[in-house]
């Protein structure tokens, strides 16, 4: 069974770059099947999808955040990793890496990994 | 951008059947999913393809879309089902959710 692990510093101070690394067993992110996605929650608030990036290096990022965000793979890692630069106290979440199914009809996450909080302050 | 919109909150009794709405512009014409959390813990798919159940959910999870609403149904709504629910769908290769329904079941 496929998990996910997230795992960084919990702490980033403000303007400094949030880096976050997500960790793929019980299966290969080498599929032609699935997108790898990050997705984030803020204390008490709703989601909000970051990025996503498949296996041959191909991404898509949400708008709102594209101008700060880059999502990588490491395929011999079965890894991929998300960094956020300037960050401020709105960026402050818990962090979700999760698999993306890719069909003609819809897509959609699973599994989720369990989550990371990062904290922004100094 | 593309917006969903659920209402904040949904209460059921125990046994009755929960029916909690997402609504979009032309949301039918997209496919619709459903994720449940619970306090502290990650989202769990429920519902994919608008109406389809992940291996392990029960069927008393079911779901529908057309128009421009999505509908999570809970048939026979049990406690454990007390939970957080979102929608999600895709716009211009962007993943959209829902602002979340918190569903009490009392």
């Known amino acids: 069974q496929m998990q996910l692990q997230e795992s960084g510093p919990g702490l980033v101070k403000p303007s400094e770059t949030l880096s976050l690394t997500c960790s793929v067993s019980?299966?290969?992110?080498?599929?032609?099947?699935?997108?790898w996605d990050w997705i984030r929650q803020p204390p008490g608030k709703g989601l909000e999808w970051i990025a996503s990036?498949?296996?041959?290096?191909?991404?898509y990022y949400n708008p709102s955040l594209k101008s700060r965000v880059t999502i990588s793979v490491d395929l011999s890692k079965d890894q991929f990793s998300l960094r956020l630069t300037s960050v401020t106290a709105a960026d402050t979440a818990v962090y979700y890496c999760?698999?993306?199914?890719?069909?003609?009809?819809?897509?959609?996450?699973?599994?989720w990994g369990q989550g990371t909080l990062v904290t922004v302050s100094s | 951008s593309y917006d969903l919109t659920q209402p904040p909150s949904v209460s059921v009794s125990p046994g009755q059947t929960a029916s909690i709405t997402c609504s979009g512009d032309?949301?039918?014409?997209?496919?619709t999913c459903w994720y449940q959390q619970k306090p502290g813990q990650s989202p769990v798919l429920v519902i994919y393809?608008?109406?389809k159940r992940p291996s392990g959910i029960p069927d008393r999870f079911s779901g529908s879309n057309s128009g421009n609403t999505a509908t999570l149904t809970i048939s026979g709504t049990q406690t454990m089902d007390e939970a957080d629910y979102y929608c999600?769908?895709?716009?211009?290769?962007?993943?959209?959710f829902g602002g979340g329904t918190k569903l009490t079941v009392l």
């Open positions: 999760a698999r993306r199914h890719i069909e003609r009809a819809g897509n959609w996450f699973d599994p």
């Open positions: 019980g299966g290969s992110i080498s599929s032609s099947s699935y997108f």
């Open positions: 990036i498949y296996y041959t290096g191909g991404t």
């Open positions: 032309k949301l039918g014409n997209k496919f």
């Open positions: 393809q608008d109406n």
């Open positions: 999600q769908a895709w716009d211009s290769n962007a993943a959209v």
